[in-house]
């Protein structure tokens, strides 16, 4: 079947209340993205372990690192919104590590849930997407992905995989309506940065054209971009959100 074109429009002219997840929405940046898209209309739902949604977001208990679990998250979350249109793929975690210190176990529970997470929801959702020949799939990576950080070899690993993931999808999908697109925020203010040594956080302010470190609403914004009827044809792309770090990589 031959893919369709739909009309152009307007940033804000995405007029349906549509159902979204947003993996990791209980605080930091999967928080304002959740907040945002709810201001703007949609009916959003989060997965999370611990709990602690913003207001008006769907909290359902799970963990990404669990395929029966995000089965399960999923069937909760379309039976009260319907099935998923915009899936943002955020939750993420750190386990820093010099690499020649680096054990097996540190490596495979960041690639675990940062990139085999995002495997797990993406490949549930797509099941909903591919039947409503409509979807939006953004995968929270890093600037690190591309840029290297010492101390993160496993974390790197993980970003950058997620570029090969949203090219790969949008290669598969992309006749169908479906899109997948990749941010990639710089230092941005939250509890993950907080936990680095003040030294680390001094050096990479230095290093930021901007001059200073990104708000979590911030990343929010790109992704309520690329999560829009206007964002119809821009697939496969990584859109920075680091005040100039990665120079658009
Ligand atoms: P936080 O540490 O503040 O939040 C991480 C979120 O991920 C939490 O909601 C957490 O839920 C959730 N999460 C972690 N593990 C799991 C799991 N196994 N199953 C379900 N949810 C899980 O992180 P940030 O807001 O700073 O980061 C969000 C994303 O943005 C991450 O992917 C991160 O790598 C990326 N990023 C962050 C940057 C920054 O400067 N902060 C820069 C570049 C990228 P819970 O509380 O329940 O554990």
Do not use: H
């Given at each position: 079947m031959p893919a369709t074109t739909p009309e152009p429009t307007t940033p804000d002219a995405t007029p349906r209340q549509r159902s979204v997840l947003v993996t990791g929405a209980n605080r930091g940046i999967g928080r304002a993205i959740a907040e945002r898209l709810v201001a703007g209309g949609d009916k959003v739902a989060t997965i999370v372990r611990s709990g602690g949604a913003p207001e008006g977001v769907l909290e359902v208990i799970g963990d990404v690192r669990d395929t029966a679990s995000v089965d399960a998250a999923f069937t909760q979350v379309e039976a009260a919104h319907g099935p998923v249109?915009?899936?943002?793929?955020?939750?993420?975690?750190?386990?820093?590590?010099?690499?020649?210190?680096?054990?097996?176990?540190?490596?495979?529970?960041?690639?675990?849930?940062?990139?085999?997470?995002?495997?797990?929801?993406?490949?549930?959702?797509?099941?909903?997407?591919?039947?409503?020949?409509?979807?939006?799939?953004?995968?929270?990576?890093?600037?690190?992905?591309?840029?290297?950080?010492?101390?993160?070899?496993?974390?790197?690993?993980?970003?950058?995989?997620?570029?090969?993931?949203?090219?790969?999808?949008?290669?598969?999908?992309?006749?169908?309506?479906?899109?997948?697109?990749?941010?990639?925020?710089?230092?941005i203010d939250t509890d993950m940065t907080k936990a680095l040594p003040e030294d680390r956080q001094q050096a990479y302010l230095g290093s930021i054209?901007?001059?200073?470190?990104?708000?979590?609403?911030?990343?929010?914004?790109?992704?309520?971009?690329?999560?829009?009827?206007?964002?119809?044809?821009?697939?496969?792309?990584?859109?920075p959100v680091d005040g100039g770090l990665g120079m658009g990589h």
């Open positions: 249109e915009v899936l943002v793929a955020n939750a993420g975690i750190t386990r820093d590590q010099l690499l020649m210190r680096m054990t097996d176990d540190e490596f495979a529970e960041v690639l675990d849930v940062n990139l085999t997470g995002a495997f797990r929801v993406v490949r549930r959702a797509s099941k909903g997407m591919i039947r409503l020949r409509r979807g939006r799939i953004v995968l929270i990576s890093s600037v690190v992905g591309l840029y290297g950080s010492p101390g993160q070899v496993n974390y790197a690993s993980s970003k950058s995989a997620l570029v090969g993931m949203a090219r790969s999808i949008t290669r598969e999908l992309g006749a169908r309506g479906i899109t997948a697109n990749v941010v990639a925020p710089g230092f054209p901007a001059g200073r470190f990104g708000q979590a609403d911030e990343v929010a914004a790109a992704v309520q971009f690329l999560a829009s009827d206007a964002a119809a044809y821009v697939s496969g792309a990584v859109l």
